[in-house]
């Protein structure tokens, strides 16, 4: 049964939402200006590379596991935890820049830190918004969200090289401390609902181990055909669509000829695109069916790549508005996509499907840019964006007609009563039953 919302849940949900608002400028101000440190100071593509690859690990490795966490603790609890722990690693950088011990390896390993805090919060705080936001306003919560992404996009960096001339290292990281702080507070005041955990033929409040959470995750995904489904779509879909982002400095130079500020204005235009088309969706809702406009914005991104690939060089204006188009439309996919998983997915398993379907979604990246480089080398760079936009219009074809994945919203959860285990004469001893679910009225 689902947990019942308040109705004045807007001024506790947004409280709350503030204040990781600004942990999440502050955090974005941070890395900027440890990027830019870390250039300055070596000017090594391998630095920069083996930076990156620090932030990738968490979620790639400890995804699965931090979800069957997240899913046993209070997330409120969680979310405070980890949001102070990335606070004493700023503050840790602060007084290493402040007493010019710093090294390399200290900005390797705090960044490390601070992404095993992000790894924890970020699920934490998605599960956390299906307990506190109505169903129907998920799809708008979601799209603010996007918007607030995009912007700092655009904000995070410009403040952070307007701190860097006017301020120390070790200010700007006092910075980070600062708006970790502000966002933990609210998280003392104000009440998450936590879900009882009733998966697995379990009564409430009876015990598991972590194996048998992490075991009853992926049995979770793998018996639910829709969300399944959905999963080995959407990473076909994220490895034709990273590299496409990677490989935008070489589109610039290569084939229109330009130079940094051409880069910049695309980029731009993204950006400003992602927050345009996150506050429509905020305003608008979406469809009724949030999955019709998930596949709206799929096939907006795929036809963008195409014609992105096949302008000539000499319209590189129009390039800027299919980047601006490509920005709103991954806002209008993003958005009601993640409302879908907070409304079906039960919410004592979210901590744990959000970290899973993360880590396989983070696994694309490196896969993606393995092929593309190579393919790009061989076939030219525009060939490449009318390539992964055919293969997005292709996944937005298939999951149009793959009914599983359409009407995945009318598919709910009910949990196994406390005794299933005894009374399922069909299941094998020593075996867990599926998960049972059914289908809500008007399904498929």
Avoid at 36 to 44: A, C, I, Q, R, Y
Avoid at 82 to 107: N, T
Avoid at 248 to 261: I, Q, R
Wanted: hydrophobic share 55%; charged share 15%; glycine share 10%.
């Amino acid at each position: 049964m689902a947990l019942q919302r308040a109705d004045n849940w807007k001024r506790p949900f947004f409280t709350i939402w503030t204040g990781q608002a600004l942990s999440l400028t502050g955090s974005r101000i941070a890395m900027f200006a440890l990027i830019w440190w870390l250039t300055e100071k070596t000017g090594s593509a391998t630095v920069l590379a083996t930076a990156t690859l620090f932030a990738m690990l968490p979620q790639i490795v400890l995804g699965p596991l931090v979800g069957v966490y997240v899913d046993r603790w209070n997330r409120r609890i969680t979310m405070i935890v980890a949001d102070s722990l990335i606070a004493l690693a700023a503050l840790g950088l602060a007084y290493l820049f402040w007493s010019g011990q710093i090294e390399l390896w200290h900005v390797y390993a705090i960044m490390l830190f601070r992404e095993i805090g992000g790894t924890f919060h970020w699920p934490a705080m998605q599960a956390s918004t299906s307990l506190m936001v109505p169903d129907e306003h998920l799809a708008r919560v979601s799209g603010v969200n996007q918007a607030m992404m995009g912007a700092l996009n655009i904000v995070g960096p410009a403040l952070g090289a307007l701190l860097l001339s006017i301020a120390a290292m070790h200010y700007i990281m006092l910075l980070d401390v600062a708006t970790a702080i502000l966002a933990t507070t609210p998280l003392y005041f104000v009440r998450i609902p936590q879900p009882e955990r009733t998966l697995n033929g379990k009564a409430p409040g009876e015990k598991t181990s972590v194996r048998d959470d992490l075991r009853e995750g992926l049995r979770y995904l793998l018996n639910w055909r829709g969300l399944l489904l959905l999963t080995m779509g959407v990473m076909v879909f994220k490895i034709a669509l990273t590299p496409a982002f990677s490989l935008l400095p070489l589109l610039v130079t290569d084939h229109f000829g330009g130079k940094a500020g051409e880069l910049a204005t695309l980029e731009s235009a993204f950006g400003i695109g992602v927050i345009l088309g996150g506050l429509l969706l905020g305003v608008w809702g979406g469809f009724k069916r949030n999955m019709l406009t998930t596949m709206l914005g799929v096939s907006m991104i795929g036809l963008m790549l195409i014609l992105v690939g096949l302008i000539p060089a000499n319209l590189f204006a129009v390039a800027v508005v299919l980047m601006f188009i490509n920005g709103s439309s991954v806002a209008l996919t993003d958005g009601p996509l993640i409302a879908i998983l907070q409304k079906t997915i039960a919410p004592e398993m979210q901590g744990r499907i959000f970290m899973l379907i993360g880590s396989l979604f983070s696994i694309t990246s490196p896969i993606g840019l393995l092929f593309a480089g190579p393919i790009t080398d061989w076939i030219g760079i525009q060939t490449w964006y009318v390539v992964a936009g055919l293969l997005i219009s292709g996944f937005a074809v298939w999951a149009a007609c793959t009914p599983a994945i359409m009407r995945i919203e009318d598919y709910v959860y009910e949990p196994a009563p406390a005794d299933s285990r005894e009374s399922d004469d069909s299941v094998p001893a020593g075996q867990t039953p599926p998960l049972p679910r059914r289908e809500a009225a008007g399904g498929p």
